[in-house]
């Protein structure tokens, strides 16, 4: 699978580990920064992760920042990503089954490294369920359209 990953600075070590693990599952891994520990700004680089699901150059895309809400709240705001916060793997699989999520969002300073990627395996393991969900799914969609048609 395709995935890109992006982190601010809290969120490098974590990263780092997220890369290796993805790639030892034999995924192929975007890595769209940070590359450092150096404060950085979150939104341009979660945006990018979430252009570069939605415009198919990744399959999924992983989202690090300290919290991982901000960096949520970033990715949720292209058009198309549906980006989801998950602290254990309960709500990993229920944001791919019932969600249809295509971003994961996690913190850096809420899981310790084995969490986040047991989250991860789930995330990535898992799928939609369809179903009665498409229709939500659907309706997120015309909300986006509704959005992007009407002034700010």
């Known amino acids: ?18 890369v290796e693990h993805l790639r030892s ?8 920064g940070t590359f450092s520990t150096e404060p950085v ?18 399959e999924v895309g992983v989202v690090i ?3 991982g809400q901000g960096e949520a709240i970033a990715a949720n705001k292209v058009h198309g990503v549906r980006a989801a916060l998950c602290h254990d ?3 990993a699989r229920l944001a791919r089954r019932h969600n ?39 309706e997120l969609r015309q909300i986006e359209r509704q959005e992007a048609s009407e002034p700010a």
């Open 100 to 138: 249809d999520a295509n971003v994961l969002a996690f913190g850096a300073r809420i899981l310790a490294v084995e969490l986040a990627l047991d989250v991860l395996d789930v995330f990535m393991a898992t799928g939609f369920d369809g179903g009665r969900h498409q229709v939500r799914i659907d």
């Open 41 to 58: 700004d979150y939104p341009p680089i979660c945006a990018a992760v979430g252009r570069a699901v939605v415009r198919g150059g990744a």
């Open 1 to 18: 699978m395709r995935v890109t990953v992006g982190s601010d600075h809290a969120g490098f070590a974590l990263k780092g580990a997220v």
């Open 89 to 91: 793997e309960y709500t």
């Open 25 to 32: 599952e034999g995924h192929e891994v975007e890595d769209l």
């Open 65 to 67: 920042g300290g919290s």
